[in-house]
């Protein structure tokens, strides 16, 4: 017979995993093992939460998944059992060969898959997403692209396809210090190196700064991948909190002195998820502090040149007089991103060791990819493309802030982005939270990304939720969220009809 | 005036990085800070080298590269001087910014930069370069690239220029998986992961399964690229001695028993540098080991495919039946080094964890690269591309025979490899070292890998070159070895004309 009791096992309330996560592992472990057979009846959904003292939210949510997955299946009126073919439709069967016990470093790398796991779900057809960070298709410069390809091979045939130097193909680095001195900043090419996108930028200033252990010093929320990379690469990462003009300087000031960090990570322009601008005052006063204190601040520029109101800011690579910033950024967003480039600005002797890590990492950035970009750069159609692109944002964002209004709950809340890709939205707080919402808004068709994934040290956003309203035209935008105020209404209904308990 | 005993300063005898590099560093670094002001007469050679009781072939060696750069010039029977310009053909000028004080980890990468900077003396023009890893450029297949560049593009328009998952584009990751079944190797696309090239997919299993200070373990010599990993992931790295079959298994095991290594890292066909093959009953009786010992082994399989005689083995991975083989290769060297795209075959928890670092290494390899090779693998032509290949590789190995029989200084010894691109040569030890020959090479417009780079645990290979036959026409290997033979004869005429004395 079914023991309850079993399942509280798994459930750890201080983690970061979410519990309706937590007891997807645990009942689906149970599967797998035999623990639960084939035809096994599970509670109803009411008397499992009261017993684990959960939400009902929480369980719902989970047998949805489950169901998705394969492993349970519900009869109208009968419940929800294990299904027959146990794990039939599970998307990735383990292997068959047995794994060696790790003898390794297991701990130190969280099993939360919650960003991976959300990303795929989001991927079923049918669903109108709004989870990623990726631009709009539609942007893609596809033609010129070809034209590039075809007459980078036709001029360089094969010696475009050899390896490349780690630091990057020279006439590219060229072509990005000429970039960026339109950006206000100051570089010779010996300052500029190439990556593997920005995203291999910022991993590899990680690990060319910091030990294993060190402290990196965030925004808090802050950019999803940098806290892949302090998980992977063994960092400590804090999360300094922010307000409508970036990081508090106060609190940055008052960790420095106390934990000593050896990295500042900040994105200055249209930060990701929140969509704040650091103002210029504060940008001076932040490298202030970098000096004062000596930490080098690594300074993430990928949607610096998403604007479409508002007016520019210098980056603060332009305003650093003493080489303390390191400056990242790419022709991901901007142009393609599956191309992969990226590029740092950085001085003397970060430099040298930067290089070093990249040729250990990966030798070096496709030379193909880098001689495509050159030519795209050389073309000078970037300009023209930004300023479509834009446009074309614009007119998204403004879709997105008339269906936040007309479809949101009340007492919701939102920023008014002056460019980059994102809307930052602060549900009630009298409803569930994000990922509460979350496969039930998946099975509404809707998806948008947790807000609690950007939170460093566990805590903060659970009803915080990013939309990316970039990647939408107006007319799927406004279904989206209509779909999204469904959920959110079917959610809090099945909260009234739960005896008005509370949620959590 | 000058005076040589500041030169004293910088000379580490223990080091990594020879002497002859070391005291070009010291001299240009007195030249910039004005210590050594324009116009300086410098010793003679032979008086410097008996004051710094080093051999005089590191003097004449530095002196040669300083003129070369621009630093110092010499004048016929006056000496060698300061430039009047400084540094002024100093090829890579530092910035003017000011760099602060590093407060990080400095000491844990070492400022070793011979590899690039020998790399880069090959690069010069009229060099006949023996000194790469490359695969031959002739071999590369352009016109399927481009086939295949536009066949992509055709068929998925700007979704093959978006993000891709981390684990790589599926159907490449099948076609992967149909490619090693071929080679013995049984797995499911599951456990396939697409890396940045094979160098990629090397960094990352030491970042997943080590951590900063753990043991590794490898074969002496090895290749460059796992000491550069090494070094910049600050773990430790052990060369075990090895012999015609590889890595030997009774220091192998000693050690293991000493040290307690996370990872065993072994390149069983054509070693890269030894072209080494381990006999089939070698790769059973290690796998026993690393069984029993519980340690995971890394087996870089990226000259497997290269052979041109002799009986073909089956890769480590096709002989696992734990799980304990993670296996490494790509298609850089068999298709195009310039699109990177390399893969790990490994089970279970390996894989995520590894899909994990991957993810926060640079969130996916170019979809559209990934896309190209996928259509390239399924158009069919690798076989045939191959068989061409080894069959013009085994000429060439050919002509390197005869060429080293015919120029090389009696006493040198050399492998016969049966596949692979290197002849792994061992000069005799009564002339000057690898090192110490390699600016007169230069001069004498040839290039090779200087052995020693090739060793951890700073030792041996003094007398050892590698020899990159596969990437020259015969009759350039031919003109390469006369030069070489030139190089050498040159040097060791030098030798006679120092009264007798010891080179070293």
């Known amino acids: 017979m079914f023991n309850p009791s079993q399942l509280l096992v798994a459930l750890d309330r201080e983690g970061e ?33 009261r017993q684990l003292n959960i939400s009902r939210i929480s369980v719902v949510n989970a047998y949805a998944e489950l169901r998705a997955e394969g492993y349970l299946s519900a009869h109208a009126g009968r419940g929800t059992f294990v299904s027959k073919e146990g794990n039939g439709t599970n998307p990735n069967p383990t292997s068959e060969k047995v794994v060696p016990v790790m003898n390794t470093v297991t701990e130190n790398i969280a099993p939360d898959n919650s960003l991976r796991e959300m990303m795929r779900m989001a991927r079923k057809p049918g669903v109108i997403s709004f989870s990623s960070g990726s631009p709009p298709v539609e942007f893609f410069p596809m033609q010129n692209l070809r ?17 490349e130097v780690p630091e990057g193909y020279a006439p590219l680095r060229s072509a990005v210090r000429d970039y960026v001195s339109a950006l206000g900043i100051q570089c010779s090419p010996n300052n500029v ?4 996108g920005t995203q291999q930028g910022l991993d590899l200033v990680i690990q060319a700064l910091l030990s294993e252990g060190d402290i990196l010093v965030t925004e808090n929320p802050t950019y999803i991948g940098m806290l892949d990379i302090a998980r992977t690469r063994r960092v400590q990462i804090h999360g300094v909190c922010t307000d409508e003009e970036g990081i508090r300087l106060d609190h940055l000031e008052n960790f420095i002195i106390d934990h000593s960090p050896k990295l ?17 005052h504060r940008r001076r006063q932040l490298l202030n502090l970098a000096n004062e204190y000596n930490i080098p601040v690594l300074e993430d520029a990928i949607y610096h040149e998403f604007r479409f109101a508002g007016e520019s800011l210098p980056p603060l690579k332009a305003l650093d007089d003493t080489g303390i910033v390191i400056h990242a950024s790419g022709y991901t967003k901007m142009l393609l991103p599956g191309i992969r480039i990226g590029y740092l600005i950085t001085d003397g002797t970060y430099y040298q060791r930067l290089v070093r890590v990249k040729q250990a990492a990966d030798i070096s950035t496709p030379g193909l990819n880098q001689r ?37 709950p009340e007492g919701s809340t939102w920023n008014i982005p002056e460019g980059g890709l994102f809307l930052w939205i602060e549900l009630p707080h009298n409803g569930p939270t994000a990922a509460e919402l979350y496969i039930t808004a998946i099975q509404q068709h809707v998806a948008y990304a947790i807000g609690n994934l950007f939170y460093t040290n566990n805590g903060g956003g659970n009803y915080k939720i990013r939309i990316n309203y970039g990647i939408h035209k107006p007319a799927d935008i406004e279904e989206g969220f209509r779909r999204l105020s469904k959920a959110w209404n079917e959610v809090v209904c099945e909260y009234q009809q739960m005896e008005k308990s509370p949620l959590l």
Chains 1, 2 share one sequence.
């Open 17 to 49: 995993e979410p519990i309706y996560r937590q007891l997807i592992r645990t009942i689906r472990s149970q599967i797998e093992s035999g623990e639960l057979p084939p035809g096994t009846r599970l509670p109803a959904s009411r008397d499992l939460a």
């Open 147 to 163: 034209d590039a390809i075809n007459q980078v091979l036709d001029r360089d045939g094969a010696s475009a396809l050899n390896y």
């Open 193 to 196: 190196l190439i990556t593997g």
């Open 264 to 280: 500042i990570y900040v994105m200055p322009t249209f930060q990701n998820p929140t969509g704040h601008v650091m103002p210029i």
């Open 372 to 408: 495509v970009i050159h030519l795209m750069l050389e073309s000078g159609l970037l300009g023209g493309q930004l300023e479509r692109n834009n446009r074309e944002l614009l007119r998204r964002r403004d879709a997105a802030l008339v269906a936040a209004e007309r479809h949101l």
